[in-house]
Every structure is written in C-alpha cells, then in structure tokens.
C-alpha cells in the first residue's frame, strides 16, 4: 500500500510586523531549507495556524495588535507541541523569563545573524519527535542538512537551494507518495505565484542530477498521484 502524504517538514510561520525584516527572514530561512509564511498580525498568524499545520513558528513579542506573550499563551493552549521560537528587541532577563515561562522553546534577540536563526530552529526541530535529523542517506546519497551539501560517495553534487529543498522533502519521505500539493506548500509561501509546471521541471532537475551521479536511489512519477524517493 502507497503512504501518500502532502508533507512539509520545513514549514515555518513568522508572525513578524516589520515587513523590510519579515521579507528578510523569508528570503534568508529560504536559503536554509525553509518554507516561510509571514503575517503583520498576531491576528492573522493565530487563524492560519488554526488551519495549517506549522512544524514551528517565529513570533516577535511587539505586535501590533496583542502583546507576543499573550499569543504564545494562546498558542501553548490550542497546541502545546509546535515549536516556538520568540524573537524580539526587548533584551531584559524579565522579559526572556516572561516569554519562556509562557512556553517560548527558544529566544532570539534583534539584530540576529540569519544563519543563528535558522540553526536554532534546526535545533529545535531536531528534538524528540520532530522531524528533522541533521544528515539524511538513502542509497549512496548524503544530504547534510546544515550546510545544504548533499554527496554521493564523498564527492558533492552542485544543486540550486530550491533543488536541495526539494530533495529533502522527497529524503525526509523515502519511499512515501509525496504529493504535487505537497511539495508546493513545502517550497513556496502562501503569497508565491508557482507556474503550473513549476515542480515537474525541478523534480526532472534533481532526478537527472542524481542519475548522473549514480546516487543509487531515485525519483518516481506517479501520474495524478505525487513524486517518490525510493532507494
């Protein structure tokens, strides 16, 4: 029997008012492997995690509409397992305590360098239960998942950072049906105009990229059905 499954182990929410700034983290998370769907409002953040499962999410504690502490309790008390990782300008130990204490798993302050944030998060997804291991194998393929190298046999394989994307969401799924709705939702943001041949042309990409490295695993269609990695 096929497991077919959407799949998005790397999809975060960012509920940050500064748009220069949010634009900055979807754009630089992005290039770690993330899936960032920004919202200015605790309000609008709150309704999309009641609709979309998050593997974890940003919040910044000066928002325009609610105080972050009493999102994150609102948050701790609908879904006590999601992730949350408080980032904000307000450097005093009260206000850290204060947002651990309301169920914060970690905190960042501003100004943050992109590459901290996004190990934190990696950090955070990587505890018991989540769904993100550092390194990913199947056949001779190796994906270090914070350097975004993926290898066959020591020596490495050039992908764009959507291709190795893509390539950890089918790793992460080996040899489950992962569907077309799946992968969009896991490599482009809610607010991201996606062609309609957009996935079949980066699969086609990272298939014949594992083919010419004798990756000793690859990439199945399954018309109308989804894509599999299979070793």
Same mark, same amino acid.
Do not use: W
């Given at each position: 029997?096929?497991? !077919?499954? &959407?799949?998005?182990?790397? +999809? !975060? @929410? #960012?509920?940050?008012?500064?748009?220069?700034?949010?634009?900055?983290?979807?754009?630089? #998370?992005?290039?770690?492997?993330?899936?960032?769907?920004?919202?200015?409002t605790a309000a609008d953040g709150i309704?999309? *995690?009641?609709?979309?499962?998050?593997? &974890?999410?940003?919040? =910044?504690?000066?928002?325009?509409?609610? =105080?972050?502490?009493? %999102?994150?309790?609102?948050?701790?008390?609908? =879904?006590?397992g999601t992730p949350v990782l408080i980032l904000t300008a307000r450097d005093g130990?009260?206000?850290?305590? @204060?947002?651990?204490?309301?169920?914060?798993?970690?905190?960042?302050?501003?100004?943050?360098?992109?590459?901290?944030?996004?190990?934190? #998060?990696? @950090?955070?997804? +990587?505890?018991? /239960?989540?769904?993100? &291991? @550092?390194?990913?194998?199947? &056949?001779?393929?190796?994906?270090?998942?914070? $350097?975004?190298?993926? $290898?066959?046999?020591?020596?490495?394989?050039?992908?764009?950072?959507?291709?190795?994307?893509?390539?950890? #969401?089918?790793?992460? +799924?080996? /040899?489950?049906?992962?569907?077309?709705?799946?992968?969009?939702?896991?490599?482009?943001?809610?607010? *991201?105009?996606? $062609?309609?041949?957009?996935?079949? %042309?980066?699969? $086609?990409? %990272?298939? +014949?990229?594992?083919? *010419?490295?004798?990756? /000793?695993?690859?990439?199945? *269609?399954?018309? /109308?059905?989804?894509?599999?990695?299979?070793?």
């Amino acid at each position: 029997m096929l497991d !077919i499954r &959407g799949g998005h182990p790397m +999809r !975060i @929410a #960012l509920i940050e008012d500064h748009d220069r700034l949010a634009t900055s983290i979807v754009d630089g #998370l992005a290039g770690f492997g993330f899936g960032v769907d920004a919202f200015v409002t605790a309000a609008d953040g709150i309704n999309a *995690t009641r609709t979309i499962v998050y593997d &974890g999410i940003v919040l =910044d504690l000066g928002l325009p509409d609610r =105080d972050g502490v009493d %999102v994150l309790r609102e948050l701790r008390d609908r =879904d006590g397992g999601t992730p949350v990782l408080i980032l904000t300008a307000r450097d005093g130990i009260d206000d850290r305590v @204060a947002g651990l204490d309301a169920g914060a798993d970690d905190y960042v302050l501003k100004p943050f360098a992109m590459k901290e944030l996004a190990a934190r #998060l990696r @950090a955070l997804l +990587r505890r018991p /239960g989540r769904a993100l &291991g @550092a390194v990913l194998k199947v &056949g001779k393929l190796r994906l270090d998942v914070a $350097s975004r190298q993926a $290898s066959v046999n020591g020596t490495d394989i050039r992908f764009s950072a959507r291709e190795v994307a893509a390539l950890e #969401l089918l790793m992460r +799924r080996e /040899g489950q049906v992962i569907s077309k709705a799946g992968l969009e939702e896991g490599l482009y943001g809610l607010n *991201t105009d996606v $062609s309609a041949n957009a996935i079949e %042309v980066l699969i $086609s990409r %990272v298939r +014949r990229r594992l083919e *010419t490295a004798d990756a /000793g695993c690859s990439i199945y *269609t399954l018309y /109308g059905i989804g894509y599999l990695l299979k070793e």
